[in-house]
């Protein structure tokens, strides 16, 4: 029996939101969202019929299903959408919305609560004979160090180590430790139950053996209320940090055909065993170990189960030209797949980069901060899944992404090209964020030559940053140069005057740089190309613009620039090929500062976020690189670490606080 959804509401945020928008919109859905911004962010704006108005988005709301629940009815929707992330895999949240008479966009109550969990999903895929790596599960979880471990001990005795320890529920890289002997065991396990509590409101863990050169290879399920269930291709999801995907792509390169079908197959049989509908993800691990490689096996092993849209779904959507969000209004509507779907062919290949906030070079910490613009590349084969307005803020309340980024072309060479092309003529004015990295990442590694294994990241971190840091020192000299003259106000002067020439059409000369010594062949100049003025729903304003610096032989480089005041803060930015140099000129001084708290020998928050661990007492004394405090920022744990040898003189912290990045927490004697 099939009905028509009339008003969906969206319980979700940031890309996710706009991307179901996007959707529902077209298919004549009127759509509803939560703010808490006195004008609605624009980008969600153009595909948000109706904002409901809450004092506080977070994550605590997104987590409260009779919250959710009433807000929807207080719209008047006839349909929840969960998007990924929050409650969508919460299986009494799925129940609870049915039970209040509204259409839950997903699978049943009954699957999700099967394959939500990581544990009664691996009970039911070794039910129906899908290959699955030794594990462990509803084992005790001590609630400190010197807790109880012995179950796990043995189990570790048995199996060996490496052993990964995960969140039942959920996903993402949250509440995941990797541990390789019994010594890191037991703090893994209690960071692991906090950040899973935290995360998904449910602490339960699994204990696997951990492959430790693997790929992570998944298959997208599409399966309505009648029966059918297709698999719609294969994505490869192995360029990963802290188990946190980074890169996916669709096709998975270099799978044995035979591997393919074995996987379709099992991650068919395994929807219909648990009565599946809607779209799902099947996640696989494939030993890609040299061994494994030279003997040309590709043993493949049952990894988990998403119930829901997976971040990644784009890549899938554009080799395949299916909207995975229309069919999963259409199943929850009751319509049926079509028969044409059971054969499905991939046109192509397509990429997915995820842009992050985040610090790089400190571990991939999450960088908040305010955003002065966003220039997006555009062109054939490039789409994006936009998460911020061009002038916007980065909190530390919820995850770092700022935009995917896909790219598709006939070929892998052809969608990394294009990709690299995107990549490089994007300019992000913002907290420090890893457009470089992933530039790198597709253009110069061995990602850019063919498959790799999860631990590609781990084992190649330094020479990534070594070349980052090789390719922006080629322009370095130039960006610094053009920051001097965006502080001193030349530029803004120069555009200032162009502006009363009216001399649009032409480029302006704004100034020169020639040193004493210099002979003509040294000579360049600097002419402004574009600018404008960008406000955003606050009416926050932000001066942007491109420039060229032009040679003696009239070769020439444009750099992106940005200018933004901000809490009584000077922002400026320069960009050019991906690579970004920021100055911050702060309301007490004219130094510039770089937001970096591990510069200093005093106990600093390295993160914006909450103290969810105090680990000293007044008194205590610490070596150098002891963990003092734990904080919770954008859903992960971090270690605030000591820098040198002292005493605790006085905490100025207690847990449950909230601090700002370079916040100092405690004294020294």
Known sequence: MTHKIKKLFIANRGEICRRIGTTAQQLGITTVAITDQKNPPAFLC???????????????????????????????????????????????????????????????????????????????????KVPCIEGLQNFHTPKDADGDFSELLQ??????????????????????????????????????????LSSFGDGELICEQYLENPRHIEVQILADKHGNVY???????????????????????????STRAAMYKAAVELAKAVDYDSTGTVEFLIDWSAAAQKSKKQNFYFLEMNTRLQVEHPVTEEVFGIDLVEWQLNVAAGLKLPDSYADLQPRGHSIEVRLYAEDVDANFFPAPGPVGALFKAHGPGIRWELGLDTVDEITGNFDPMISKLITTAETRQGALQRMVFALEHTFFAGPTANLAFLTYLCKSSDF?????????????????????EKDKAMFSESAIELLAKLESGELFKAAALREKTNSLAITQRIFSNQNSKATSDETSEWNIISQMVTENASGQESQSGIVS?????????????????????RYYWVGHQSHVWRKIVTKSS??????????????????PGKVTLCKVSVGDSVKKGDCVFILESMKMEFEVKSPKDGIIKALNVSKGDQVKSGQKLADWK
């Open 155 to 196: 189990f570790a005795k048995k199996t060996g180590y490496p052993l990964l320890i995960k969140a039942a529920l959920g996903g993402g890289g949250k509440g995941m430790r990797t541990v390789y002997s019994d010594a890191e065991l037991p703090d893994a396990v209690i960071r692991a139950h906090s950040e899973a």
């Open 46 to 128: 153009q595909v948000i019929d109706e904002f409901i108005k809450v004092d506080v988005e977070s994550t605590a709301l997104y987590l409260d299903a009779n919250k959710i629940i009433a807000l929807a009815k207080s719209a008047k929707a006839d349909a929840i959408h969960p998007g990924f992330g929050f409650l969508s895999e919460n299986a009494s949240f799925a129940k609870a919305v049915v039970d209040a008479g509204l259409t839950w966009v997903g699978p049943t109550a009954k699957s999700i609560d099967l394959m939500a969990s990581k544990a009664l999903a691996r009970d039911a895929a070794v039910a129906a």
């Open 231 to 257: 698999a719609i291709g294969d994505r490869d999801c192995s360029m990963q940090r802290r188990h946190q995907k980074v890169i996916e792509e669709a096709p998975a390169p270099l799978l044995l055909d």
């Open 590 to 607: 004219t130094a510039s500062s770089s937001g970096d708290a591990n510069q200093s020998e005093e106990l600093l928050a390295n993160v």
């Open 448 to 468: 850019a030559k063919g498959p790799i294994a999860t631990s590609f990241l781990g084992t190649h971190i330094d020479e990534i940053l070594k070349g980052i």
């Open 549 to 569: 610096k032009v040679a003696a032989d009239n070769s020439q480089k444009l750099f992106h620039y940005s200018y933004l005041s901000h809490l009584n803060n």
